[in-house]
């Protein structure tokens, strides 16, 4: 099954946001040329895309920009966004057997080659923990892009201090950039537990968290069954957090007892 992957991706949205942020990321000649299918909210956003190199890799989710009944912003605006993410996790697995979601961030480090689908194997679903040191996300709550973001931060502390598993001294959760899946009724009851807890901020990797503490599983566990050995963490730009996310990356290879191949690097 694993064999059959097929990479999606997904926006929803306004192309524009954050001075074309994201139009620059999708319009890369990298980007572009990839064999992949895209599942797009908004008729006009597909139809710039089909012009733009997607052309026959389009597939429409909505005519309109987004799933109102979820969300209708950007997530720092409207922090249920993400659930978008889930959606369109699902709508590939049932149209395909198995499917690796990416991020427009996502930077190849090499092509796929046999070792990269063995890495698949045997796993149902595959997403890469990421941190967050505690006094990185402490030192923006109550800040002023805090209270522009409608306490974003605030929001997204009070969730790590509650439900993210702990290394040394940072929060750990998975990170949905990179999402490996063969089975749709993952992507489903990520859904509904994202609807039923009322998940914001980043619902779309809380709702793995949740997911895996309803499976009972710790940290370790997970690395042993869901930690891909395709893909580290996050660069989040910042060198205290991306040593802290280097050391995380050691402990999971020692766990996992293999070093990573790395064929994907998140900016």
């Known amino acids: ?17 954050f001075e074309g942020k994201y139009r620059k990321q999708i319009f890369t000649e990298g980007n572009s040329k990839l064999e992949q299918q895209v599942y797009v909210y908004g008729s006009s ?97 109550g ?35 990179f999402i490996y899946c063969n089975d749709v009724k993952i992507a489903d009851e990520l859904i509904k537990i994202a609807i039923k807890e009322q998940l914001t901020t980043v619902p779309d990797e809380l709702a793995v968290l949740f997911y895996m503490h309803k499976l009972g599983y710790s940290m370790e566990d997970y690395i042993k069954n869901v930690e891909p050995s395709s893909i580290s963490g996050k660069d989040c730009g910042n060198d205290n957090w991306n040593a802290k996310g280097k050391l995380l990356e050691n402990y999971i290879e020692t766990i996992k007892g293999e070093k990573k191949n790395i064929y994907l690097e998140h900016l």
Do not use: C
């Open 1 to 17: 099954m694993y064999k059959d992957l097929v990479i999606i991706r997904g926006w929803w949205g306004y192309l524009d946001f």
């Open 45 to 141: 956003n597909a139809a710039q895309l089909e012009m733009n190199g997607y052309k026959g890799k389009v597939s429409l989710m909505s005519t309109q920009e987004y799933d109102y009944r979820i969300a209708s912003n950007h997530t720092l605006y409207d922090h249920r966004s993400l659930i978008h993410k889930l959606k369109i996790l699902k709508k590939g697995l049932e149209q395909n057997s198995s499917v690796l979601f990416l991020d427009w961030d996502m930077q190849f480090k090499k092509a796929f080659d046999d070792d990269f689908y063995k890495s698949l194997e045997g796993y149902n679903l595959q997403v890469p923990l990421y941190l967050y040191p505690k006094s990185e996300i402490e030192s923006l709550v």
């Open 143 to 177: 800040t002023d892009d805090d209270r522009k973001y409608f306490l974003f931060f605030t929001k997204l502390n009070d969730y790590l201090k509650q439900y993210a598993w702990i290394y040394e001294d940072s929060y750990v959760i998975p990170n949905t950039g």
